[in-house]
């Protein structure tokens, strides 16, 4: 790895950890939420803000020039910018709200469009994953790999329902009863996109799919999953742009039958 690919991974951790502890100072707290965007199920609290400023500050020390696309607070939407960093403060907001410890800070950094590092770190269990363009992607400084079965029925799938209870739920709902009927071992909601994405990577999941989700919360999973040897797309197997889009990441080998049934639902929204 060049000096520079290290400052890089080094500063995302650093970042992350940074976030880490200011979320671990509210978790379990008894911490106030607000409801963002009118949405009764979509969640926000004092920790998600104060993380990102913690984050930012440990970025902006190593980086002054970088850009910034941070769910809470800078909005430096241009996906193609030559050095972005993208941000999600607090992914899981409703587990952490609800005392449940599985949550992260997740931070993609891209160049022009192309995801270069990532770094996921659930600070209530100690759980960092890291990937940096081709060196591979690591769970606690170890190389990790998706898995290699080509059977839904051997496989556990990943899914996430958007805060918005409209199509999009039940197009999940339809594809999850499609998943079902072909004798997939179970499913998996587990409340975060970044730990999913995570999930798939490290081979515990055979894929994940989600019919929104926002750059933030795939911008480091994405990489995470590629570096492990998986593949990542939009719902029905387009590419996946740094923009609000749905989601598919599996194994590589499942992403064909994936793509057929969680593509044919989306096209019902
Ligand atoms: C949410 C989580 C959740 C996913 C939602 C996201 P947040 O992010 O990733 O798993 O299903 O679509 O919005 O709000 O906790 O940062
Ligand atoms: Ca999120
Ligand atoms: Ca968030």
Aim: aromatic share 8%; net charge negative; charged share 20%.
């Amino acid at each position: 790895m060049t000096p520079q690919a290290r400052l890089l991974l080094d500063t995302a951790t650093a970042a992350a950890k940074a976030g880490g502890e200011v979320l671990m100072s509210y978790f379990r707290q008894g911490v106030s939420i607000r409801c963002k965007n009118g949405e009764s199920a979509d969640l926000v609290s004092e920790a998600d803000v104060n993380a990102e400023q913690a984050v930012i500050r440990v970025i902006h020390a190593a980086f002054p020039d970088h850009s910034i696309l941070g769910e809470e607070s800078a909005t430096d939407t241009d996906p193609n910018l030559p050095a972005l960093w993208v941000i999600d403060p607090l992914d899981g907001t409703t587990n952490f709200l609800h005392d449940v410890p599985h949550f992260a800070v997740s931070i993609g950094y891209y160049e022009r469009g192309v995801p270069v590092c990532a770094v996921i770190w659930n600070p209530a269990r100690g759980d960092l994953y890291t990937a940096f363009k081709g060196s591979g992607a690591q769970y606690n400084g170890r190389p990790i790999h998706v898995n290699t079965t080509d059977r839904l029925d051997q496989s556990l799938i990943g899914t996430g329902f958007h805060v918005v209870r409209d199509g999009k739920m039940r197009a999940t709902l339809g594809a999850i009863e499609e998943l079902f009927g072909e004798n997939i071992h179970c499913i998996r909601r587990f409340g975060s996109a970044a730990l999913d994405l995570c999930q798939v990577a490290s081979g515990l999941y055979g894929a994940y799919f989600e019919y929104q989700l926002s750059a933030w919360d795939f911008a480091a999973g994405l990489l995470i999953v590629q570096e492990a040897g998986g593949k990542v797309t939009a719902a029905t197997g387009t590419p996946l742009l740094l923009q609000k889009s749905s989601i598919l990441a599996s194994n590589g080998l499942l992403h064909p039958i994936m793509e057929e049934i969680v593509g044919k639902h989306f096209k019902t929204i």
